[in-house]
């Protein structure tokens, strides 16, 4: 089991930047691919980026495909998701989850759901002013 943390939200205008962070403990985090998934109010969660063990591979929603970068630190057990260019329909709560699998298997258009993941994260919220 591994225990998530989440950092970085905050309220910002349309066209700014925020920086999440995800700290991992309690499982060899440099094994797994990590994901990160957003939840808008009064919508289901859903897939925003994934990231395989080694960070060679990234794979983005097409909604923030060339807007928002995810990456991680092995060596500080951390995963980040840089958002750019924000827009107002990216206000949601951002989890993070660690992966069941290394993410070597993924692929462009693999589709990610909650079962791929075994461990969440308790939230952070960003919220975009237009």
């Known amino acids: 089991q591994v225990q998530l943390v989440e950092s970085g939200g905050g309220l910002v205008q349309a066209g700014g930047s925020l920086r999440l962070s995800c700290a991992a403990s309690?499982?060899?985090?440099?094994?797994?691919?990590m994901g990160w998934f957003r939840q808008a109010p009064g919508k289901e969660r859903e897939f925003v980026a994934a990231?395989?063990?080694?960070?060679?591979?990234?794979y983005y929603a097409d909604s923030v495909k060339g807007r928002f970068t995810i990456s991680r630190d092995n060596a500080k057990n951390t995963v980040y998701l840089q958002l750019n260019s924000l827009k107002p329909e990216d206000t949601a709560v951002y989890y993070c989850?660690?992966?069941?699998?290394?993410?070597?298997?993924?692929?462009?258009?693999?589709?990610?759901?909650?079962?791929?993941?075994?461990?969440w994260g308790q939230g952070t919220q960003v919220t975009v002013s237009s």
């Open positions: 989850a660690s992966a069941l699998s290394d993410g070597s298997s993924w692929y462009p258009n693999f589709r990610w759901r909650d079962k791929d993941f075994g461990s």
């Open positions: 990231i395989s063990w080694s960070g060679s591979s990234t």
């Open positions: 309690g499982r060899t985090f440099s094994r797994y691919g």
